[in-house]
Structure formats: C-alpha cells, structure tokens
C-alpha cells in the first residue's frame, strides 16, 4: 500500500480594520474532523500561528517559516507538498483548510496512480481569463492554446510520486513557484482577464500541456451543489468555506 498522507495549511488570514476576515486556522479544525473515520493515511498539517498544537489526535505542526503569502502568493502549496513527498509520502493529497471530506477519495488516488496527478475541473472558468501574460510566457503557452485551456480547481490536488508524470509535474510547479513571476500578481492584456490565479493557473496550463484529463465538477463541489446534487452525488469533497 502506498504511504499516502493529506497536506494542509492554516493562518488567521486577512488582518483589517482590527479583525481577521477569515480565520484558516478555524478551518482547519473543520477540515480534520470531516476526515476522521474516513481516512486512512497520515497527515501533514501546518500553520504560521494557530493557538493549538493538535486537533482530535492530529498535530498541528506551527512553522512560521512558511509565511511566503505575502511575497510569493501560495508558493507554500508546493513547499508543504514538497516536504511530504521529501518524508517520502508517495501519495500526497493537498487540501485547503476550507474543504470537507465526505467519502474515501480511493477513486481520485486510483486516477492519481494513472495520471501522475489528480485534479478537478473548474467549470465555467476558462483559464484566458486568469492567467497573466508572463506566466503564460513561461509555460510557453501559445494565445491559441491559451484559448482552449480549462482552468483546475487548486483547493484539492492529489500528486502520485510513484508515477514519473506526478514528478515531473510536481517540479515544473514547484519550479514556477520559485522563478520571481508565475505565481505574483502580475497583469494580461487579454481580452476579458479578470485576475491572475497564481498557483492554480500555473498546474492548470502544466496539466493542460500533459494533457492530463480533469475530472469532472461534481467530484469536487460548492455549497448548494452538495445538497441540490445538481451535478450528481459521488462528491469526495465540498469546499464549504470557513463557518
């Protein structure tokens, strides 16, 4: 059986007009509670400043270290996946602090296994609207590919490391991460852009690039989804947010 383990991170967010907005480190709590009874691997679970060491028998592991949002926006995504696959996780399940768990994901690790990667489409958001211009360029993404590509969902990935394609891609991410423009608020002077989506962008046009199939929305759902089943009902996770 793979060593397989669900990687996360959280923060109190946002710091305005003497409040947090948003409190990660909160979501946390939810995140690892929906899991329990469900999953079967480890965990790796940080935070920059959570007032708690650990959560129903999880540690929270606090780093301070890993605060890079504000210079480089969710660069800690892949320095928190790359530490697990480094304590040689062969399965690694990246999950925002804002997801639920509802079932055993052993189908989305099966596609993982194929593919070398597992991520979700996210729908009814093309990626021309929110990729800048040089992260575009240094994908070497063409304006005509960049008119067919679909945009993922960052909030839950999957990386096998037993497939040489989920390593590959993991270090063309990783690499991104670290070249000064991929994932910073950077521009685009296409028509229609609405904002530049940092990390989600960046995997969205490597994944595109290997054509790696997404899987459907409807894996992966939004409040009311979960419960209209409009897109069906064999959902592994909901991001409801922070409640």
Not at 55 to 72: A, D, F, P, R
Request: glycine share 8%; net charge neutral; hydrophobic share 35%.
């Amino acid at each position: 059986m793979d060593k397989k383990c669900i990687v996360s991170f959280g923060s109190r967010g946002l710091y305005i007009y003497n409040r947090h907005l948003e409190d990660y480190n909160k979501g946390l709590k939810t995140m690892i509670a929906s899991t329990i009874g469900v999953w079967d691997g480890d965990y790796l679970i940080y935070s920059i400043d959570a007032d708690f060491k650990e959560y129903m028998g999880v540690e929270i592991v606090i780093n301070k270290s890993l605060n890079t949002h504000g210079e480089v926006p969710y660069q800690f995504k892949p320095a928190m996946i790359d530490i697990a696959y480094k304590l040689g996780y062969e399965q690694v399940v990246w999950v925002d602090s804002t997801i639920q768990m509802v079932k055993h994901p052993q189908e989305l690790l099966d596609h993982a296994k194929k593919y070398g990667v597992c991520v979700f489409d996210n729908l009814g958001h093309p990626l021309k609207y929110w990729c800048s211009d040089v992260a575009q360029q240094k994908q070497g993404v063409t304006n005509a590919e960049m008119e067919t590509m679909q945009q993922i969902m960052a909030c839950v990935i999957i990386f096998d490391f037993t497939n040489p394609k989920g390593k590959e891609i993991f270090e063309r991410w990783k690499q991104a991460s670290l070249d000064g423009y991929s994932f910073k608020n950077e521009r685009s002077n296409r028509e229609g852009f609405r904002g530049h989506r940092h990390d989600q962008a960046v995997l969205s046009m490597i994944c595109a690039k290997e054509s790696i199939p997404l899987l459907p929305y409807g894996y992966l759902v939004y409040p009311p989804h979960d419960s209209t089943k409009e897109y069906g009902d064999n959902y592994y996770f909901v991001n409801k947010g922070i409640k």
